[in-house]
């Protein structure tokens, strides 16, 4: 099963931080199947790579995943 509770991601840069994902929060039993829609920019890709923990070292998270 994965959990994924309130889970924030924000990236330092030198002109300030951006906040990728703000508190999102799912649960995905065994054998289910999610589909992640949205708009370009929306976070889809920040959710998968923060999942499979293949995000860069300076990377903010918060919540638990």
Known sequence: MLFVRDL??????PQGRVQALRRVSFSLREG??????GESGGGKTVLALT?????????????EC
């Open 51 to 63: 999942i499979i923990g293949f995000l860069p070292a300076h990377t903010i998270l918060d919540g």
């Open 8 to 13: 924030s991601v924000t990236f330092p840069l």
């Open 32 to 37: 289910e199947r999610w589909v992640v829609l």
